[in-house]
C-alpha cells in the first residue's frame, strides 16, 4: 500500500471525475482499516508501519477531495513529481494576460513608494475584482471542462491535455498571487488567502 | 490489554475517569469524600507535596508556594509567559528556555508540578480498581502545539503514567456526546474552561468522528475574566478606601495575599453571577473590610471582550472546514466558563441555534478520554477517532521564510517527506529547524526544536538526505532521516526549543520519589494546620475591627479560644487542632454578625437610602 498513488489507494482509476461521497465512505473504510487505533497491540516496527499507511490514506484523501489539489496531483503523478525537492516553482504569469498584469505591476510598485491617491485606490480595487472573477472561471474551468477533457482523452492526446492542465494551474496560481498583492497594497490583507498560499503543494 | 485510565488534566480542575464493563458507560470516579473534580492546585510544603482541595484551601495564605493554574505555563519559555506572570504569584527562575518555578524552597518544571496532579487521580484510580494503573489517555487543548502536548507526556511518565494517547479536549466531549446523545451530522464544539478556549467542527458519521478543523487560544479562560473583574476591584478599591491604605502604607497590588484573596472573591463573585443578576463582595483586608455590590451587566461590559474575542477562532474554524455557521447540526458547550450567560448568547448569536450542554460540562472531557482510552484497550471497535493537527508545521528556509510541510487541519496520523543536500564539500551536519504557526516568518512562528542529521562526508550536492516528518495520533512530531545514496538511516539529534531532555524526564522521575507526596496522615495534618491558620486571621482581624463592639468577656473568650488554637496548631495532634478550630469558630460566631452587621449600616450610611432601595427592587 505505502507504494501506490493516491487513486489506488481507494482503488480508483487515474481520472478527474470522482463521486465524493463513495470516496468518503472508501475512506472511512480504509481509516478504520488500518488507524493505529486499532492496533496498539502490535509490535513497535508493526504500528510504525500502521501509522504511514493511515498517514498515506489521510493525505490521499485530503487530496483527491479538493477538485484543484487533485487536478495538481494528477499533473505531478504523470509527470513523476512525486516527492517535492527544493521549493515550489515560482508561479508564472500566463501570457495572455501579460499585458493586463503589466498595468496592475506598475500600479502597484507605486503603491509601495507612496500613498495611495484615491483614483488609484478605486482602479486596483475594480481590478482585483476582476481578477477574483477570473479566478473563479480558471478554477471552474480546471475542476469542470478540463478535468473532463483529461478524462475522455485518448493516450495520444494526454500530452496535450496535461500541458493545458498545468497552464491552467499556473494561471491560478500567479492571480492569487497578484490578488493578494492587491489585497496587501490595498491595506485589505487577506490573511487566510496568505497562509494558502505558503501551503506548497502535497508531497509523498 | 491491561487497564487505560482516562484523565481530563485541567487548568482548573481534573478528574480521572473509565468506562464501566457492564454498561458500557463512562464514569468519573470520585475521591474518598464523593468530589469527582480535583482542583489542578499544588503546594509544597515543608512537610511534602500536597494536590487538590487541601492545596486550593491554602492558596491565599501561601500564595508563593502554592502553584495554580500551570497548564498555562506547560511547554513554554520565558517570553510567552512574561505577561502571565506578572498576576502569577509564585517565582520563576529567570533564565532562558523552559520555565522552571521556584517553589517550597526547590525549583520545579510544570511538567513536574502537573505530575504530582497527574500521581493523584492515578492513585485515585488505583484505590478504586484495587490494583495499580500504568497507563492513560490525556487530554490537552486542541489547540495545544507540540512542545505543550510533549510536556503533558513528560508529566504523565514523572508520575508514572505511560500516557498512551494525547487526546484533544474538545474531540473527547464529542466522543462522550456521542455515544450517549449526538444525533449524526456537523456540530461544532465550543470548550471554554480556566485558561484555555478550543473550537473544534466535527462529522459525525456511522460511528466515525472526524474532525475538519479546529481553532483556539491557549491563553484565554475563566481566569481571564476573573483577572480584569479583580483589576477593575482593584481600581475601585484604591478609590474607596485610599483613606485606610494611605494611613497603613498598603500597595494592595504589591500583596499577594491581598491580591489573591481578590482573584479568589472575584471569581466566586462572577460564579454567583451566571446564576444571580446581582451579587455583594465581601474582601476582609488587614485594616478594612471592602464591600460593594455588582451586577452582571456591569460583569458583562467587562467580560465582553473577551468574550468577543472567542468568535474569531469559530468563525476561522468554520472557514477551514468549508461551512457556514447555517452547516452546523449541533453545538456542544464545555467547560466551566460556558456556563456564564454571556458566553452563551454570543454562541447562540453566532450559530444561530441553542447550545446543548445536557451533559455536565466539567465532566463531559473526562467522560471522553475514558472512552478513547476503551478504544484503544479494544473495547469499543465500532468508534474511530480521526483528528487532525491544529497548527501548520514547517521548516526554515533561505531567509527565516517558513516552509510548510504539513497544514494546520491535516487529519492525524499524517506524514511529509521532503529531499536535502549539502551545500560544502564534505558537510557531515545538516541542521534543520522546525516550527509551528500560521505565520509567514520563522520569528513569529513557535520554534519546535533543531534537528542535527550526521551523514558521512561527501561533494557538496552529492546527498540525498530524504527526511520524514510525521504527526502521530497524538498530535506530536516524529522524524526520520535517510541518505538515500548509502541506504543508512541518518543519525538525529534532537534538540526541543521549549522542552526536556530525556536525561531531564529520568532524573525527575528519581526526583519525584525523593520528593514524595505528603503521605495521608501528614496531609491530614497539614490540612488541619491549614484551616487553623485561615481562622486565626480571620479572628485576628475580627477582633481589631470589632473589639468595641461586643462585651469585654465575649473578647475575652474569644482571646482564650485563639490562644488554645495557637498552642494546638504548634503541635502535631490532628484531632487537637480541628476541635481548636472549631472552638475559635464558635467564639467568633456572635462577633461576625456584629460585624457583618455595621458594614451593612456602614454602607447605607453612605449612600442614601432610596438609592439603595431602588437599586435592590
Ligand atoms: N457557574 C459558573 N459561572 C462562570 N464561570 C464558572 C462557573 N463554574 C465554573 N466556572 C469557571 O470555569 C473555569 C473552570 O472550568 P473548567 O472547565 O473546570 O476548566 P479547566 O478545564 O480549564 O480546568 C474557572 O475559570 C471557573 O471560574
Ligand atoms: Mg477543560
Avoid at chain 2, 441555534?353 to 478520554?369: I, R, T, Y
Wanted: proline share 5%; charged share 30%.
Amino acid at each position: 500500500m505505502l507504494k501506490q498513488d493516491y487513486f489506488s489507494v481507494f482503488g480508483l482509476p487515474r481520472k478527474l471525475a470522482i463521486d465524493t461521497a463513495e470516496l468518503q465512505r472508501r475512506f472511512y473504510a480504509l481509516a478504520r482499516e488500518h488507524h493505529p487505533d486499532f492496533h496498539q497491540a502490535a509490535p513497535p516496527e508493526e504500528l510504525a508501519r500502521v501509522e504511514a499507511t493511515s498517514a498515506l490514506v489521510n493525505t490521499a484523501y485530503r487530496t483527491l477531495r479538493d477538485p484543484i489539489a487533485r487536478v495538481d496531483y494528477l499533473v505531478r503523478l504523470e509527470e513523476g513529481r512525486t516527492t517535492r525537492e527544493g521549493a515550489a516553482e515560482k508561479p508564472k504569469a500566463p501570457p495572455a494576460l501579460l499585458q493586463e498584469m503589466f498595468e496592475i505591476q506598475e500600479a502597484l510598485a507605486e503603491a509601495k513608494t507612496g500613498a495611495l491617491d484615491a483614483a488609484t485606490r478605486a482602479r486596483l480595487s475594480a481590478q482585483r475584482e476582476g481578477l477574483r472573477a477570473r479566478l473563479k472561471d480558471e478554477e471552474a474551468r480546471l475542476g469542470a471542462s478540463l478535468s473532463a477533457r483529461w478524462d475522455g482523452a485518448a493516450p495520444a492526446e494526454r500530452p496535450a491535455v496535461l500541458a493545458a492542465l498545468k497552464e491552467a494551474l499556473a494561471t491560478r496560481a500567479y492571480l492569487r498571487t497578484v490578488i493578494d498583492d492587491l489585497a496587501e497594497a490595498l491595506g485589505e490583507d487577506e490573511p487566510s488567502r496568505r497562509e494558502d498560499k505558503r501551503v506548497a503543494h502535497h508531497r509523498h | 490489554m491491561s487497564r487505560i485510565i482516562g484523565i481530563d488534566l485541567g487548568t482548573t480542575n481534573s478528574l480521572v475517569a473509565y468506562v464501566d464493563e457492564a454498561t458500557g458507560l463512562p464514569r468519573v470516579i470520585p475521591d474518598a469524600e464523593g468530589r469527582p473534580l480535583l482542583p489542578s492546585v499544588v503546594a509544597f510544603t515543608p512537610d511534602g507535596i500536597v494536590v487538590g482541595e487541601a492545596a486550593r484551601r491554602q492558596l491565599a495564605r501561601r500564595p508563593a508556594d502554592t502553584v495554580y493554574s500551570v497548564k498555562r505555563l506547560m511547554g513554554r519559555g520565558h517570553e510567552d509567559v512574561k505577561d502571565e506572570m506578572r498576576f502569577l504569584p509564585f517565582r520563576i527562575v529567570p533564565g532562558e528556555g523552559l520555565v522552571k518555578l521556584a517553589v517550597g524552597g526547590r525549583e520545579v518544571t510544570p511538567p513536574e508540578v502537573s505530575a504530582a496532579v497527574l500521581k493523584a487521580l492515578k492513585e485515585r484510580a488505583e484505590r478504586h480498581f484495587g490494583e495499580p494503573i500504568e497507563k492513560a489517555v490525556v487530554t490537552v487543548p486542541a489547540y495545544f502545539n507540540d512542545a505543550q502536548r510533549q510536556a503533558t507526556k513528560d508529566a504523565g511518565r514523572i508520575a508514572g503514567l505511560d500516557v498512551v494517547r494525547i487526546v484533544n479536549e474538545p474531540t473527547a466531549a464529542s466522543l462522550a456526546y456521542g455515544l450517549q446523545r449526538l444525533s449524526e451530522g456537523v456540530i461544532a464544539v465550543y470548550d471554554l474552561g480556566g485558561g484555555t478556549f478550543d473550537v473544534s467542527i466535527l462529522r459525525v458519521k456511522g460511528g466515525v468522528f472526524e474532525v475538519l478543523a479546529t481553532n483556539g487560544d491557549t491563553h484565554l479562560g475563566g481566569d481571564d475574566l476573573d483577572r480584569v473583574l479583580a483589576l477593575w476591584l482593584l481600581e475601585d478599591i484604591a478609590v474607596r478606601h485610599h483613606a485606610e491604605l494611605d494611613r497603613d502604607c498598603v500597595d494592595l497590588a504589591r500583596d499577594p495575599e491581598a491580591m489573591q484573596e481578590l482573584r479568589l472573591a472575584a471569581e466566586a463573585a462572577k460564579i454567583r453571577l451566571s446564576s444571580e443578576e446581582r451579587t455583594t463582595l465581601t474582601i476582609p483586608f488587614a485594616g478594612f473590610t471592602y464591600r460593594r455590590d455588582i451586577t452582571r451587566a456591569e460583569l458583562e461590559r467587562l467580560v465582553e471582550p473577551l468574550v468577543t474575542r472567542t468568535l474569531g477562532p469559530c468563525r476561522r474554524a468554520l472557514g477551514d472546514a468549508g461551512l457556514t455557521p447555517a452547516d452546523i447540526d449541533e453545538i456542544v458547550l464545555v467547560g466551566g466558563s460556558t456556563r456564564v450567560p454571556l458566553v452563551r448568547r454570543r454562541v447562540q448569536e453566532l450559530f444561530g441555534k441553542a447550545p446543548h450542554s445536557q451533559l455536565n460540562p466539567d465532566e463531559v472531557v473526562a467522560l471522553g478520554a475514558a472512552v478513547q482510552a476503551h478504544i484503544l484497550a479494544g473495547g469499543f471497535t465500532n468508534m474511530l477517532l480521526l483528528d487532525v493537527t491544529p497548527l501548520s508545521l514547517g521548516i526554515e528556509s533561505l531567509g527565516g521564510i517558513v516552509n510548510v510541510l504539513i497544514p494546520r487541519n491535516t487529519t492525524i496520523p499524517t506524514s511529509a517527506r521532503e529531499m536535502f543536500t549539502t551545500s560544502v564539500d564534505g558537510q557531515t551536519l545538516v541542521d534543520l529547524h522546525v516550527v509551528q504557526g500560521e505565520r509567514e516568518l520563522v520569528k513569529d512562528c513557535r520554534s519546535l526544536g533543531r534537528f542535527e542529521l550526521r551523514i558521512d562526508p561527501m561533494p557538496a550536492g552529492m546527498p540525498k538526505i530524504e527526511v520524514t516528518f510525521l504527526i502521530d495520533a497524538n498530535g506530536i512530531l516524529q522524524v526520520q532521516a535517510k541518505e538515500q545514496r548509502s541506504g543508512k538511516a541518518a543519525s538525529i539529534e534532537v534538540k526541543p526549543t521549549y522542552g526536556l531532555s530525556e536525561t531531564e524526564v529520568e532524573q525527575m522521575i528519581e526526583d519525584s520519589f525523593t520528593y514524595a507526596e505528603a503521605d495521608v496522615a501528614t496531609r491530614m495534618l497539614i490540612e488541619a494546620r491549614n484551616e487553623a491558620d485561615t481562622v486565626l486571621v480571620h479572628a485576628g482581624r475580627a477582633l481589631k475591627q470589632g473589639a468595641d463592639l461586643v462585651p469585654a468577656e465575649e473578647r475575652a473568650a474569644i482571646e482564650a479560644a485563639v490562644a488554645a488554637l495557637r498552642a494546638a496548631r504548634g503541635g502535631d495532634d490532628r484531632e487537637r487542632i480541628h476541635e481548636a478550630t472549631t472552638a475559635v469558630n464558635r467564639a467568633t460566631e456572635h462577633l461576625a454578625e456584629v460585624l457583618m452587621d455595621a458594614a451593612l449600616k456602614g454602607a447605607l450610611g453612605s449612600r442614601r437610602a432610596t438609592e439603595i432601595l431602588g437599586e435592590r427592587t
